[in-house]
């Protein structure tokens, strides 16, 4: 099982290894359900899953991803054990510290439908098999080199690739209720399940990673040719005039639709996320009387720029909508 996971691990480190200040990060996580056990009082703090002592980077030399390997395979009986998709440039977690990529990835939610309507949704949609299949548990997360490698050191290269991220989510599509991509994770500071580890989310039921397709030899295409070929995504339409956006008397000052989205992109730091997003909730639909969708959008534009160890996923956006 180790050797899958250093195999895998090389796989996607392989194209960066020549660069002595990138680390791979190892990031174990305590499952949800131990909250009640290692914080009997209720006082969790919000950083509570993440063991920080525990959290490890290593160098992206044949011994530094053996030593990652070994790593993770030994915290899996304890913890949800992530890894970096991206390396970082030193001991970091920030998507500013992210440079490279030579790797699109997706992680496909089965939802009712499991492991097999991950698999469904991803053999029937039309973009070329993944090079990499991991199962997360109750589903997938899907890999695809492409080559020449996209230099990610500038903000116009960054937003550059994260859409092409999203793309690839709107390209393998699903519906919410069953197999669907997860939009969550088209973030340059992405961690992942890895493989050979175990996936904690069911108490009594811990659910095997495991690679179930591995051809990281099998021809790549260019980024150009993604962008060519994946769908465009829509731009939010239009719900209001401008005039009826525009807002006053109010801590974030004068909005319009094109300020809204501006406002948006701003993310928060991790320790205030979700309780400032509550807050811009209900201001977006009580205060300004946006319709829920729009302001489900620009929640989840504001979430998506908020970096942290965990996403927010969209089923707590949509709680945080139901409750403004």
Same mark, same amino acid.
């Given at each position: ?15 960066? *290894? ?25 006082? *969790?703090?919000?950083? $509570? ?7 490890? $980077?290593?160098? /992206? ?10 790593? *993770? ?11 970096? #998709? /991206? ?9 500013? %510290? #992210? ?7 997706? %992680? ?41 490698? /996209? %230099? ?18 709107k390209a393998i599509g699903g519906d919410m209720d069953g197999a669907h991509a997860d939009t969550a994770p088209a973030n340059l500071a992405c961690v992942l399940r ?68 501006? $406002? ?16 811009? *909730?209900?201001? /977006? ?18 979430? %998506? ?20």
């Amino acid at each position: 099982m180790v050797t899958n996971t250093s195999n895998f691990l090389t796989a996607l480190m392989e194209a960066y *290894a020549y660069l002595e200040h990138l680390r791979l990060e190892i990031r174990p996580l305590w499952p949800s359900w131990m909250e009640s056990d290692l914080y009997p009082d209720g006082r *969790a703090p919000h950083y $509570w899953r993440s063991e920080h002592q525990y959290r490890t $980077w290593f160098a /992206l030399t044949a011994p530094g991803i053996s030593a990652a390997a070994n790593y *993770a395979t030994e915290l899996s009986d304890r913890f949800d054990v992530y890894f970096s #998709v /991206l390396p970082r440039n030193g001991c970091t977690g920030k998507a500013e %510290d #992210v440079c490279l990529s030579s790797w699109l990835w997706a %992680d496909i939610d089965g939802g009712n439908e499991g492991v097999q309507g991950s698999i469904a949704l991803v053999k029937k949609c039309d973009i070329p098999p993944p090079h990499i299949a991991v199962v997360s548990g109750g589903g997938l997360h899907c890999y695809w080199r492409f080559d020449p490698m /996209l %230099d990610i050191a500038d903000q116009a290269a960054r937003n550059l690739l994260k859409n092409v991220l999203k793309r690839l989510c709107k390209a393998i599509g699903g519906d919410m209720d069953g197999a669907h991509a997860d939009t969550a994770p088209a973030n340059l500071a992405c961690v992942l399940r890895v493989p050979g580890t175990y996936n904690h989310k069911q108490k009594s039921e811990p659910r095997a990673v495991r690679l179930i397709r591995f051809k990281p030899e099998m021809e790549a295409h260019s980024l150009t040719w993604w962008r060519a070929y994946l769908p465009a995504l829509q731009l939010p339409a239009r719900r209001y005039p401008v005039s009826k956006l525009t807002l006053s008397g109010n801590s974030r000052g004068n909005r319009s639709e094109d300020g809204l989205l501006r $406002w948006a992109s701003n993310g928060y730091a991790e320790g205030e996320r979700h309780k400032r997003l509550a807050s811009d *909730a209900k201001w /977006l639909v009580r205060d300004l009387h946006l319709d829920k969708q729009f302001a489900r959008e620009l929640i989840e534009i504001k979430a %998506d720029a908020s970096p942290g160890t965990k996403p927010v996923t969209r089923s707590e956006i949509e709680a945080i909508i139901k409750w403004a």
